[in-house]
Each structure stands twice: as C-alpha cells, then as structure tokens.
C-alpha cells in the first residue's frame, strides 16, 4: 500500500542521495564550470532508465537528464553490462546537449539484477575542437566542436579503462581539469549507489522499487491537476535568433500551445529550419526548455522526473533549429537558442496567463571565453564564463538586476580568482544603468565586465544575442536594452563588435563585455514616481531617462521627487501618446 | 564565594544560568525577553538571580552574554546607515553577488536588498594586484568628495573592500587613516581585518555586515555596561561569539559581526561540556523549537567548524561552529499536497496563532498536534500549568486537514506527521555525519529544546545510535554552554602555495606574523599571555578545486615530516569527505588559520550521589500514550523529582516545566550523577 507519508520520506531519502552526489560533484572537480558555476546534475533512475529524483542546478539538464539515460540503455541491455560498468556519452545526436557536456552512469547491482541507476552531467572547461572552451561561436559542423563520445563503458567491472582515458584525454587541451573531473564525476556516482543500497538495506528492495514508480505517478499526477485548471485553447507566439555565427539573418523560433483536458501539446512547426552554424537545439534541449516553463509557471514545486513529461506532447519537426539533423553544429545552442525556446513558450504561456508569466528576460546566457597560453608558467588556459543580465518584471514586482535566468543559475567567477588563474586584469564587473525595460514594474539592469588580456595575444570567443531585438515587455511594458560587445585596443581606440564573434586579439586588448537588460511589465507611467526617483538616486536610471520613459521629474540638484512637474508631464505623455 | 553567570537573549525568554564556583552548582532563571530593548530583559534576568540566591554584586567574577542585538540588526534591515568604500569599477559586486537567483523555478523569488544601497557606495581609484603589487596608486584627492557625500548623507559606519586587499592591505589602511582624521565620529570596518580571504563579493558582503551592525553592538553594550555599572557589579562582560569562544565587549564593538548566530554556537558549546563528563567523546546535538532544528556534531570532543555560512541572504564567511538548520520544529505545518503526499514544514504556525492544540486560533495541524494526539505531550496543560491545552481543536485539525482527505485515522494521520518531520530531521542529521564521513552510530545524541527530547529517541533509532542524552535543564543550553567557553580568536591569512614549495620554516615565519598580531591583542583586551594557546591549521585542496578542506597542524615547530603528514592527512580527508582521493596529485595550500584560545576557569559541576534505582518517588500519574498502532497505559514521571541513579524502563513519559521526555518501550532511562538522563536500548548496538 502507498502511503502519504511513506511518499514522502521516500521523496526526501531519494532527494537528498541526488544532492549528496551533487556535493560530491561540485566539491572536488577542477573545471570552473563544474566547481564554481555549478553547471551540473546529479539524478537516480528506475532500471529502465526513467528519471525519478535530480538535484539540478541549472533548468537546462531538465530535458537532457529525462533521456540520456534510456538512449544508451539502447545500445546497452542488461545482459552487456556487469557490477561495477560505468557508461559515458556526450553525443547530442543520440541524447545531449552540446559536447563538453559529458554524462557518466553507474547501474547499481543487486543480487544480480539492476534496481536502480546513478547518474550525474557535468560541463567538461574544454573538449577539444576549433576553439578554447569547446564552444565555438562559428563552427559549421559538430567535428569542429569537440571530440564527440558515444556510449562506451570508461569503468569495466569496477576499473576506469586507462586506454579510453588516454584518447579523450590527448583530444582536450586542459588534460588535467578533464582527468580530474572525470574522477569527480565517477566518485559522485559511487556515493550514490552507497547511499541507494543503504536505502535498499533500511526498506526492503521490493518497497524501494514500488516508491520510485510512485514518485514517477506522483509527479504525472501533479502536473495534470494544474493542467485541468488552466483555460482551454490554442495560442502562438514567434520569436527571433538574431543570426547564427556565420550571417546575420534572423532566424524564427515559433510555438504552438494547446491545452487540453489534462495535457498540453506543443507543436514547434514553421520554426526555420536547422542553421548553418552552432545554434542548432537538440530535441533534449528543446524538451529541457518546454519542463522549465511548465514548471516554473505551473508549479516550481513539483519534482523533476519522468512524471512531468507524461502529460506533455511536444512536436520538434527534423531538421529545424529546435531538432536538427547530424552533423549540423550544435555547440551555442545551450547559450541563446535553449533562452530563446523559453522566451517563446513562455510568450505563448502569457497569452492565457498574464498575471503569471514575466517579461523577457535577457533572453541569452552570454558566454564570454578567453584562450592561449599563459605568460606566467607557458601553460594552456581557458577561461569560460556566462553572464546573467535583467530578468523580466512581472505583475508582482520588478525583474532582479544582473542575475541568470530561466535555463540557467550558473555562478560568477570572482575577480580575485579570473585573475590569480588566468594572466587577465579585470577593470570593472557592474550593472548597466539604463538598461532596464521600463514599466509599472521595471526589469532588471544588465550586466558589464571588462577584462584585459595580459602580455600574450588571446582567443577570444564572445556568443551573446539581443544584439538588434529587444527582450519585450509585457502589458504595456518597455523592452529591456540590447546586449553590446566593445573591444578597446591597447592605444585606447574603440570598436563595436557582433553579438557573435570567435577572434584573436592582441596583448593590452580591453573586451567590455555588457548583456541585456530585462523587459517590463505594464505602463511604465503607472510605475510609482517614488520608486522611479530611488532608481535615479541609486544611478540605475539617469534624470533624462526618468522623464522620457517614465514621465518623472527629478530635481538635480536634491535628487527628490518634483510631484506637480511629474502629474503635469504624465498627463501630456498620455495625451501624447494618445 | 565566586559566581559566574551567562545570559542569553532569546526570541521569547532571556535565560539565565548562574554557577556557584566551590559547589560546581548551576542555576537557573527564564525571564520574558525585551526586543525593544533587550538589556531591560538582562538586568531583569541578573537581579532576579542575583536576589534570589542572596548574592553581592562584587562577588560576579565573570559575566558572559550572548546577544542577537546584531542578528536582529541584519534580518530586520534595521542596521545603520552605512557606506561601501570600494575599487573604481567594482561598487556593484555587492549587488551582483554570485548573480544567482535564488530559487531555480519561481521568478518571483527576490534577492534580499543589499546592507549598503548604490547611492552609498563609491568608487576610489586605486589597484593592488593579484601577487600584493600595487598597479595604481591611491588618488587621496578623490576622497574628499566621498568624505563630503558620507557627513551630508549622515553615514554612521563605512566598509572599506578593495580587490586584492587581503593580500596587501595597505590602501585599505590609508583610507581608513583618512576616514579617522576628517570624521573621527565615524565607524569604519576594513575587510582585510574583518576577514583577509580571497574571493571578492564574499569578503565585502562580510566587511558590510560588520560595519552594518557595528553602532548598534556598540549602543547596546555602553548601554549595558552603564547599567551593570549602577548596580555595582564591576565584571568585565564577555560576549558570545558564533565560533563558540568568548571576547570581551570591547572586541565585540569592532568585530561586530562575529557575534552573529552566537546563540546556537553556545548550545553546541553546552553539548561539548556534556562530552567532557561523559564517556562518548562523540557527541551529535540537536536543538529542536517551535520552529526549527539546530544540528550539529562534535567528534573526539571537538566541534566542527565552517567558513561558509549564510545569513539572512548574505554569505558571512568568518569561521563558525558548524550547525545544520531545517525548518522543522513543534510549529512545523502539516499539510497534503497536490500530488498527495503529506509534507512537514518548512512552514511554521510559530509562537502566534501557534498549533492548533494551544487555542490561540491555529488551525493548521502542527508536529505538537500529532504529539498530544498521541499522548506524547501532556494533552491538558504545559509549563507547570500555566498553558491550557485543547486537545479537541488538535484533533479537529488534523481531522479535517488530513485524516478525512486520506480515509484514515486520526491517530494514524497523527503518526504520519511524526514520521515525515522525523524523516526530515534525519535527513538534517544525516548531512552532518553520514555526508561528511561520520558514522551516526559511533555517536550520542544530546537533544535540546523544548521539542528535542520528545523526538530525540525516534531518531537515533532510525540512524542506529546507541545512547540518548538529555541534559537536566535543555531549554536552557545556550546560556548554560557560555559558562564553559574560553575565549578565542580567530585569524586568517591567504598565502596561494603550491606543494613542492611549501616548506615548515616559511609556514612559521607567517604563522608567528599571526602570533604576534594575537597576542598584542589579547594583551590589549586584559589576558595574560599564559593563559592564551593556539591551534593552528591550513586550507588545502587539489590544484585547480574551488572548495579547500582544514587541516590541523601540529604546534611544535613544523618540519619535513610535519609538512608531509598534513599533505597524508588532506588525502585521508578527502577521501572520508568525498568516497575517493588522488594522492598521485600535489596539493596547494590556499590559507593558513590561527585560532588563539585563552583558557577560562574550568567548569566543575557537583556530582550528585547515586541513590537506588527505584524511581517511584517522582511518579505522577498514568496516560494513555499512542505506540506502534495502539494506546498503551504509560506512567508519568516528574524530573526535577528523579534521582541520581533512578532508573526507568520504558513506556514512560517525563514531563518537566519546559520539555516532555519519552521512553519507548524496550527503551530504558537511567539518571545519571549530573542529573542527565540517558536512554540507551534505541536499537543501536
């Protein structure tokens, strides 16, 4: 019999033995990605490989996490796997994301048959290929990407097999990171399956097994419940990449929703189709993008597993941006296309749920990498880092500044660290003043680092996007501000680059890196002039930008509100406007 | 005669704790706390105590006191109006933290505000680099427009963060030298003092906090000690710190922020005490209220101690006791969720409307609903009597809320609810020891708090420990743990090192560099240099990891060996840590730490004579208490009337004014010569 409260001991023995693989991760692996961006995932499966608990730490892994794990099971059966194998893989096109993503699994073992299976996902800082970091902004096919893993077994029965290490390890320019995190990743697993079988030992294998299919149904069935309360109807929503690394014609993500009894359908048909360049999504990405925003607008509360895909029926046409064809590149879509995917669904979520979809967020994870060879010892290195910007403002409040949203919640690197690390000189990591989309909520300011490369030429790979088009507001609220890259040469002149560029730069370059602001949400003349004022004292909003977008006035010199100004001038506007 | 005496400020009562030093014997006083104005509450508290026990206020030999005066300041945002000095291009860090969110799927989830707003940060020119270097000079001149801005803004308190600072502070200093000269009245906190460490945002974030809570640690004990002075008692007065250690006031009005969190750090202390006359040198303690549960492990008689903790929002990196909190307390909401599991907290119904058992309007069931269904807790009155209690609206509660939408009974709804607030907290146990390398079983059990000894034996039966101990008075352990700790300081030093080039002589030099710092400060403070030791130890990880693991070291001049055994012994730890090491890998060492203790007299509490094993004297009644599916007739004892060597086999209930005691059955209870109780047969072996 299930019970209520069994459930949810269950749930929370479950969670916690993801979380503690997570520590395990994160706490001893070397990669930045993993170690201080957190840009990895732990989850324990049913033997079939269904996903039952994840401790993510990024929306993105979502997606990738629920089918990994099934696809390899393929070409894996039961009777080719023994105590103590451990699978790797990272080719988007059986089940991934993008190459440096590396996922690594453990069957756990038990009186000869497979209860249960560990897992966790972790972004590898290289893997080889065109450029540093493995993420080229203008790679043309995914053999310029990375070496690409297909499902082999790296532990035999209970040994890592030191050949297949050998080869990843030649094909990767930070051998040591790899090496290291490999280990990492491996030990993770390992904690997990002491911790599953301990479960097994406390609660008996047969009541551990019917648990992990209830938190499955548990899920399914939460899910539906909020389903079953939402209108019912059809509605669309079309947004744009603005390029793909190669041109700069703008590409179309489109989404059709439907909501059914208990069911949502979500079709991406007339998307364009897949591109020349890295922008191209994999189905697990797609999918990781369509969980996140049925969760988050739904109910964040609800475990990530299995059960959440049940209820949804997702149409990602081949050879489209949202499912593209072998061998088209795949390595920036993490980056823009996967905020993209997001911003479009949750566009067509705001259509019948204004009151709880945001506006635009930045709407890219702004990735910024440096690579070459540090003066100060002559070895390789690669510094990889995305960047947050505005959150989209909603109807209950103003969008955070300078923080990561929707797919991602990756950490900063601090200064101190860039610049013990890597031979670079940080001249300035703050908000964007005037980037905000104005509204009666405000979104949020973007953000702006600016890095020096240090006495050696540099590769440089900036991916970013809202370069041209905005991230919208909503009822009424302004667009958020484009993102802007600027390079300084060392004598100090200035240039505007693309919102994609991979390039080297010589020693004394300035890169001022700034990401966009987030949209807002309803008339930014409804916005209260009091809060518009403590903008303009904090900075963020200038005097100028005050009374344009927000009709306010501010006095100059004090700083305080002039009230009768602001009435006289808010009615003129709407007059105006009108 | 000889008195110490420990007040601690808590949400709702200040206790009291006073110790007769010749007997070795405690007392204790609970008064109603004054959030308005906490040392009312205090003076109140020493008074009553003072008068009670006819004691001369020149015959305190020490006062100690820990005060959530700066804790409150933080989470209340009530702290004063301070500024962030910091270098040109980085007044936004504090701002842009880690640029996480905090919650991954709800958009509407906020950031805690900034202790500093933008308007009173401001940027001054000037670069140390990453090696101490300097690549730009300080430009003085810039400070006396940010010296006009702060006296026309009214600033109380300024933050000084540099980047790069904690390797050479001397810009830092400059400022400061400034700041003291053009506005002496103004209290100004340097982040390469409060805490020299590496990573930027974490280091300002501390620095702030310091300088936000400063002016009122600094009202609050002048105000204090101006009140102790009128009623004669000339102690100097000792504050509790968040590392377990004491400092004078005086330190406490610079390094303000080291008081925060000091509550739960001198109930672990309280537990270390207890370790000392017991014979299990490992000790888990649990601190369960209203609202949530403090957990925390001491092994071989040591606590542990962590640099990552939050508060509020905000990362406070000094080093403190390690507690592990989770929402789970009497309070603890009980409620199904959509998909039809039940779920326990985090939620609490608090002191105010309360469970729905104390009448006070609560509608919801809590974790103290399910124990007075039960019959675990007195289901007519609490405290001695002076609370009513209305078992009817318990049972109403989880009736309606639970029982009725699951189709089963109340006491079995009552049972869930146990059972899931108890999978929580093991789970909160669990993090401590089995995640850190710990084995449960190797340990006892001290619970706390009104809630921890009703709980405590459920729990060590799930994780496998052999003894529970509960202390005679364990609502009172916070106040009772400051009686029994030395003084301590801790410093800190950044020194990137890679393995092959670290070597015991250099490792000395920077040590004795701390040394000499410590002494000159204790000296200061009034401590005679016998009585102050130091332990020392170093932050090691693998080249290129982001987290490091402390490793003690030795106090004997290091040499070769030393310097390889610490390298052995970060292995051996990383492996218990994390399941595997890589000892074929060099290992860097990222700080190196001091902690200098100064040994107060030791505490000595009076042993009481074993009387015979027959507990009768203190029975009280019988009750129907609800065990494994059914009510069982279970005697009721009174603990202040149990004596030493009294023993009791389970089912029993023992109730006293602030706590209620269960022994299950198979379960025995044996009191021991300090008035403990320890449950021992709890399934452990």
């Known amino acids: ?578 | 005669m000889s008195y110490r005496i420990a007040v601690d400020t808590g949400g709702t009562f200040t206790d009291i704790a006073l110790l007769k030093e010749k007997e070795g014997r405690v007392k204790v006083e609970k008064v109603s706390s004054t959030p308005q104005n906490p040392a009312l509450a205090v003076m109140r508290g020493i008074k009553k105590i003072m008068e009670k026990e006819k004691i001369e206020p020149s015959s305190l030999t020490y006062l100690l006191h820990g005060t959530t005066v700066a804790t409150n300041a933080l989470l209340e945002l009530k702290g004063a109006t301070t500024s962030l000095l910091t270098t040109r291009g980085f007044e936004d860090v504090l701002e842009i933290g880690r640029q996480t969110r905090p919650s991954l799927y709800d958009s509407s989830f906020q950031k805690p505000p900034p202790v500093v707003p933008r308007d009173l940060r401001f940027e001054v020119s000037e670069r140390t680099l990453y090696d101490g270097s300097i690549s730009q000079e300080l430009r003085f001149e810039e400070l006396e427009d940010i010296i006009k801005e702060i006296e026309e803004k009214q600033v109380e308190s300024v933050a000084i963060c540099f980047i790069h600072s904690y390797r050479n502070p001397r810009h830092e200093e400059l400022v400061k030298e400034v700041l003291a000269r053009e506005l002496p009245h103004l209290f100004v906190s340097c982040s390469a003092d409060v805490l020299p460490e590496f990573r930027e945002y974490e280091r300002m974030s501390t620095v702030c906090i310091n300088a936000y809570v400063m002016p009122a640690i600094k009202r609050y004990l002048e105000y204090l000690e101006e009140e102790l002075r009128k009623e004669g008692i000339r102690s100097t007065l000792y504050i509790m710190q968040s590392n377990g250690g004491i400092i004078t006031s005086g330190v406490a009005r610079e390094q303000s922020a080291r008081t925060l969190l000091s509550g739960p750090a001198g109930g672990v202390i309280a537990g270390l005490h207890l370790a000392k006359n017991i014979k299990n040198k490992n000790i888990i303690t649990m601190d369960m209220g209203g609202t949530s549960l403090d957990v925390s492990l001491i092994y071989q008689g040591d606590p542990r101690y962590s640099t990552e903790s939050y508060i509020g929002g905000y990362p406070l990196k000094l080093p403190m006791i390690e507690i592990h909190t989770i929402g789970a307390g009497g309070g603890s909401i009980a409620r199904l969720d959509q998909g039809g599991a039940l779920k326990v907290g985090p939620e609490s119904a608090g002191a105010f409307p309360g469970p729905a058992g104390y009448g006070k309007g609560g509608t919801e069931p809590t974790v103290t609903d399910a124990n007075l269904i039960l019959g675990r807790i007195n289901p007519s009155f609490l405290l001695g009597g002076e609370m009513e209690i209305h078992l009817d609206k318990a049972r109403e509660a989880v009736e309606e809320k639970l029982a009725r939408p699951l189709n089963i009974t109340v006491e079995e709804a009552a049972e869930g609810i146990l059972k899931v607030v108890n999978a929580n907290m093991v789970r909160g146990i669990r993090v401590v020891s089995v995640e850190k390398g710990f084995d449960p079983r190797e340990f006892s059990l001290v619970a706390f708090g009104g809630a921890g000894p009703l709980h405590a034996p459920d729990l060590a039966r799930e994780l496998g420990i052999k003894e529970v101990i509960l202390p005679p008075n364990p609502g009172i352990n916070s106040a009772l743990g400051m009686l029994a700790a030395d003084v301590r300081r801790d410093y800190v030093l950044t020194r990137i090192m890679q393995e092959k080039v670290i070597d015991g002589y250099a490792l000395e030099e920077l040590f004795d560099e701390m040394k000499e710092e410590a002494l000159e400060e204790l000296r200061r403070e009034g401590f005679d240099p016998d009585i102050i030791s130091f332990v020392r130890s170093a932050d090691l990880r693998y080249p290129r990891q982001a987290y490091e693991i402390n490793v003690s070291l030795s106090e004997e001049r290091l040499t070769k060996d030393d310097i390889k055994e610490m390298v052995q012994a970060y292995h051996q730890l990383h492996r218990q840590f994390y399941g595997y090491n890589r000892e074929e890998s060099s290992i860097e060492l990222v700080n190196l730490r001091l902690a200098a203790v100064g040994k107060m007299k030791s505490l000595k509490l009076e042993e009481n004579e074993l009387q015979g094993v027959d507990p009768s004297r203190a029975f009280l009644t019988y009750r129907s208490v609800y065990f494994e599916g059914g009510y069982v007739k279970t005697p009721v004892y009174q603990r202040d009337k149990l004596e030493a060597g009294n023993e009791i086999q389970g089912p029993a209930v023992i109730e006293q004014l602030d706590s209620t005691l269960i022994v299950f059955p198979q379960e025995k209870a044996r009191v021991d010569s300090l008035l403990n109780i320890l449950i021992t047969g709890t399934g452990g072996v």
Request: glycine share 10%; net charge negative.
């Open chain 1, 1 to 578: 019999m299930i019970d209520a409260a069994t459930l949810e001991v269950m749930r929370n023995a479950l969670q916690s033995i993801a979380e503690e693989m997570g520590v395990t991760l994160i706490r001893t692996a070397l990669s930045p990605n993993i170690k201080d961006r957190k840009d990895c995932s732990t989850a324990i499966y049913t033997p079939d490989g269904r996903l039952v608990a994840q401790a993510e730490h990024i929306p993105l892994h979502l997606g990738l996490m629920q089918s990994v794990v099934k696809e390899v099971l393929k070409a894996y059966p039961r009777e080719k796997l023994s105590p103590g194998d451990a699978l790797i893989i990272n080719d988007p096109y059986i089940s991934g994301s993008h190459l440096p993503d590396i996922c690594i699994f453990l069957p756990v073992f038990y009186q000869g048959e497979i209860i249960g299976i560990m897992a966790n996902l972790a972004h590898h800082v290289d893997v080889g290929g065109i450029t540093p970091g493995s993420t080229p902004s203008n790679s043309t096919s995914i053999f310029q990407e990375g070496i690409r893993i297909p499902p082999v077994k790296i532990m035999k029965k209970g040994k890592l097999d030191g050949e297949i290490m050998e080869i990843l390890s030649r094909n990767v320019r930070t051998s040591f990171e790899f090496n290291g995190d490999i280990r990492a990743q491996i030990a993770a697993n390992a904690v997990g399956m002491k911790r599953f079988l301990e479960l097994i030992d406390r609660y008996g294998k047969e009541d551990v097994i019917k648990y992990l299919e209830e938190l499955i149904d548990y899920s399914e069935r939460a899910l539906r419940q909020e389903i079953k309360m939402l209108p019912r109807g059809s509605w669309e929503y079309t947004d744009y990449l603005e390029g793909d690394g190669i041109t700069e014609v703008p590409l179309a993500i489109k989404v059709k929703v439907n909501i059914n009894e208990d069911t949502i359908y979500l079709d991406f048909n007339g998307t364009d189709s897949q591109a020349q360049g890295p922008v191209n999504s994999t189905r697990p990405v797609t999918l990781a993008c369509v969980y996140y925003v049925v969760k988050s607008v739904l109910n964040p509360e609800i475990p990530s597993n299995e059960g959440i895909s049940l209820p949804l029926e997702v149409n990602t046409p081949e050879g489209t941006l949202v499912n593209p064809l072998y061998p088209a590149p795949v390595s920036n879509a993490n980056i823009n296309t996967a905020q993209r995917i997001a911003d479009v669904i949750l566009g067509a979520f705001s259509k019948f749920l204004p009151e709880r979809v945001p506006a635009a967020s930045a709407g890219t994870m702004g990735l910024f990498t440096i690579g070459g060879v540090d003066p100060r010892n002559g070895e390789h290195y690669s510094y990889v880092e995305t960047y947050g910007g505005g959150q989209g403002a909603s109807s209950r409040g103003d969008g955070m500044d300078g923080v990561h949203t929707n797919m991602t919640n990756t950490r900063n690197t601090p200064t101190e660290v860039i610049e013990i690390a890597y031979p670079l000189l940080v001249n300035r990591y703050s908000l964007r003043p005037d980037t905000e989309g104005p509204g009666k909520h405000r979104g949020g300011m973007g953000l702006c680092r600016e890095i020096e490369v240090l006495g050696h030429e540099a590769q440089v790979t900036l991916s970013s996007e809202r370069g041209k088009i905005r991230p919208w507001g909503l009822k009424g609220g302004k667009p958020g501000a484009n993102s802007l890259n600027i390079f300084k040469d060392a004598a100090g002149k200035e240039e505007i680059k693309p919102a994609r560029i991979t390039t080297r730069v010589d020693s004394g370059t300035k890169i001022i890196y700034n990401t966009p602001g987030g949209g807002g949400y309803g008339s930014p003349y409804e916005r209260d002039p009091l809060e518009v004022t403590r903008d303009v004292k904090k900075g963020l909003v200038s005097l100028e930008r005050a009374e344009r977008e927000y009709g306010v006035v501010v006095d100059p010199e004090r700083k305080e509100l002039d009230l009768q100004k602001t009435i006289d001038l808010r009615k003129k506007l709407l007059k105006d406007d009108i």
